[in-house]
């Protein structure tokens, strides 16, 4: 197990370096910097030298190869460098916004839950009823509507119903529990009818090939109700394909908040990195990119890992 | 679902006649058909079935609620929203369809090179799957776009599609990658390679014919995938430009300016992409179940 | 002035922007009446927005409002306009001033009792060593608006309380450049130790200390108790919050901030309006922002006037102000200079102009008819532009204008960096482009217009020895009938070249909560920040 671990993490490290050079390099590929962007915004008046002292002051006129090498080093030693807007550390630009980011995700991910699990399950006992039906077309349409224009509809729904919208300015949950649900549950609720479609599909198909498996109609043939056979047996197996696309998906789920936290102008991640790119402030969305790749590549591994723990008869694979 | 595929009548017809046989053994994914068909001619005749030039300003009309002569209102130039969703499923299925075609056949081939040679090659493009997959979706496309920018010719931009169709292609990669695995150990495959066939022969002739099932089911599942990933961008204003008609696009900037005044203005558009991701997922769905009972995503 | 700054009557706008929703016309409280009623009331906190976040701290570097609207509270400048008085100047560190007869020398006596954030007295030093940054920045400093120094000879201070700045030749503007928001004055002290000190740390001498600046959340400022206006300011402190202008329009409605002093839509000006009622205080003006379209005057066949001109002609400027106004925060027609202001033209006057007539028809007949004498009927191009409103409603009307005189365009929309990449590489056919200063001096808003090897700022890449005669002589005109007259002659020839045009000039919506008090409205957003005069009533 130990050995497997091992291994999985010294496969992360090509992996991350893969993404690391692709998103560096193409970043720089394009004409135009940020230099121009921000010295020239509504209506600046400046020079080429003053744009290319600026450059330089930014250490954008070295080699491509030696800038690399630069954010190398420093990823090595956890420095994620500077915002070339903003002038600080990009540490310090992610950590005030990602605790927003990852309790949407958290909210989203025991919304999805909450709701995949009983609706999966029951979606799969009653199995080609207009039970499983009504289910099925709730859960696809789950995939098709796109969480910003939900999200739109949320807003709408409580100006026009409620005649309120939800706070927009960010109170960090210990300082008041009720201002902080009462802002982030809506976005929550926006991403996370996607994550609970994608959720219960998967809990409904694996029940259906937990159900046919011997032990189960061994159980059922015993006599004992049907009922407590799901309970004890078909859950607990259902569960682990669940849990992977739990973890999956989560991780796409911070991508996703891109543009969610757009609509409900959410001081998180994704605007972050909207904003990032649009300056093109390359070296605060490159450390992003390798933010949610990690967060990705870690996702995997701790799936996998949960994966040989709960079914034994993977520990070996 | 596929129990039913099963029964001796539908198996019947099924070999009679396929589309009578998808029909009465997937009775959802049928409907998800008619709708995408429904779009597909209105995208085709267009010019015909819409009452307006998609572009036109009439200042006249701005922001008329639906009304017999905008049966689905206008929006802040008076442009007719009906006339914009028609128009924009032209949009919307270009751009999904090229972009899932482009992702699926070039992820699909580099799979199935991966599987035909094994080895270095299949650990190598493995390798380089597992990169382009670290990347969140979205997070993928939007810096591939602000990077190239925006090349439209004859109305369709290619970058946009190039961008929509680079995170599609690992993932097709390795589907279709386990599938040509079965396929490589066919007896056929070495008898072929033994009678002297190229690779790429071997690869286009006797390989990917075989994987033609999960193809045709991925190219369906991510023409809905790219086109709530072109709605994305668009929102996000990376998309496809104004004033061409598209439904992420109407969704974006102006509109959510209008929400209170303008409501038809963010409905209309956010129902035609969800009816059409909704009808891509339900026919390839379906297709799946059809196609190869046993093939599981 | 004042009399642009206009109280319409809400009628019109309710039944265009609530139509068949049902919602009852509300009777409309909004618009701005006689502000600072009542004595000025002490204590409390402002709470506003701003929509971006700051590139840096220092004012002398930057021309983003991003910045401005954080940092203004904290610092002084030299002179500043006069408060509910634009364009009349007064002084703010300086308590007089005289200039020579030859204008060619300005002395100013600064207030005694000035003294910085830090405890230190602001003395003649301070203004001299910030101003020689401004004009000479040293290895390392940003001097963004380098050519409004140019005249400047020489900077002196015979006494502590004196300055005396030498000019080289007359600068008609000079007095907008010794009152701009931008020429913060900073501490000599710490320009020594550090030439870029203001950069990343505010210490200045203005009516609010420096408390913080969450990146993406906040920026925070507090009374300064040594300011040296007695009894100012009346606020406790600020607090600028960082948020989307969609945002902005919720928070305002749901109470959460009381301002925000850039401009809103009319659209969203409604929807706060209405949420609000009577707590609501619109302030609406004219703005010295205008969209210009620009043409690539070395790529063809935009290197051919007739073909300018004609695209130029085709804009239905009239139609879309009218329109485009109740939709967007575009507004009126102008030329060059900010139309209402001093130095404009009359409505007339333009009329007169390519593409200012009000019969479309004509217009767009010979507009098709220089097309073709060019040989350029079936014409297509691209045009780039920003994707940020107003920018991308400025481009869907342009392409529906042109597809009016059978010109087909491409619209290319792109990120910022892209957009300056492509003026900087001359990579474009035509550009939707913006241009915004803090004054009405036709110096400072004419420099778009003039040759490109001259002015940077002038991205069509064409060269006007004429129009940069008509610059430098109203630049040293000081008698305003005749500069003024120079201004119309620029603009005419302008017009015959259309190298770049005015598209529409932006209107500006200032939406607040009615207990912020004291503050004053002007055509442009950079002035009047620095909050020392501002109050809330209970």
Known sequence: MLAYAARRIALMIPTLLGVALITFFMLRVVPGDIVEVKMRSDGGYVTQELLASERARLGLDRPLVTQFGDWMQGLVTLDL????????????EIGVRIGLTVQVALMAAVIAVLIAVPLGTISALFRDTWIDYVARIFTIAGLAVPSFWLGMLIILGLLTVFHWSPPVTYTPFFESPLKNISQLIWPALAVGYRYAAVVARMVRSSIIEVMKEDYIRTARAKGVFERMVVARHAMRNALLPAITVIGLEFAFLIGGLVVTEQVFNLNGIGRLFVEAVSRSDFILVQALVMLLAVVFVSMNLIVDMLYGVLDPRVRHG | MSASTRDGPVMAWRRRNPVLGFIMAQPLGAAGLVVILVMAAAAIFANVVAPYDPEAIDFLAMLSPPSMEHPLGADAFGRDILTRIIYGARTALTIGFLSSFLGCTIGGLLGVTSAYFGGRVDLILQRFVDIVLSFPIIVLALVVVAVVGHRPIMGIDLNLIAAISIPIMPRAARVIRSAALAVRAMPYVDAARAGGYTHSHIILRHMAPNVLAPYLILLTAYIAQAILLEASLSFLGLG?????????????????????EAPWMILFPGLAISLAVFAFNLFGDSLRDWLDPKFRT | MTDHINSRNFSRRTALALPALGFSALSLPGHARAQGDGPPRRGGTLTYAVAAEPPTYDLHATSTFAVMHRVAPHYSTLLRYEAHNYPNVVGDVAESWTAADDRLSYTFKLHSNIRFHDGTPLTSEDVKASYDRLRAPPEGVVSNRLPSFQQIAAIETPDPLTVVFRMKAVDASIMDTFSSPWNSIFSAARLRADPNFPARNVMGSGPFRFVEHVAGSHWAGERFDGYFRDGH???DGFRAITMSPSAMVNALSGRQIMAEFRGFTPNERDRIVRALGEDSLVQESSWMLHMILTFNTKQKPFDDARVRRALSLAIDRWGGSQNLSRISQLGQVGGLVRPGSSWSATPEEMQKWPGYGRDMVANRAEAKRLLREAGHENLTFTLLDRNHQPYV??????????????????????????????????????????????????????????????AEINVSGSTDRELDRLFDQQASTVDPVARKALVRQFETRLFDESYAVPILWWQRIVVMNRRVRGWTMAPTHMIYQDLGDVWLSA
Not at chain 3, 424 to 443: E, M, R, Y
């Open chain 1, 81 to 92: 460098g500077t915002s070339m807007w903003t002038g600080r550390p990009v540490a310090e």
């Open chain 2, 240 to 260: 496809v430009s104004e004033p061409k008609p598209a439904w992420g696009l109407m969704l974006s900037g102006d509109s959510s300016n209008f929400y209170q």
């Open chain 3, 233 to 235: 300011p009346y606020l």
């Open chain 3, 393 to 454: 409603t400025a481009g869907i009307f342009l392409i529906d204008q042109w597809r009016q005189i059978g010109v087909r365009v491409e619209h290319q929309q792109a990120e910022l960096s892209a957009w300056y990449a492509a003026q900087g590489s001359g990579n474009f056919s035509a550009l939707v482009d913006s241009f915004t200063q803090f004054s009405d001096d036709p110096t400072n808003v004419l420099v778009k217009y003039i040759s490109s090897d001259r």
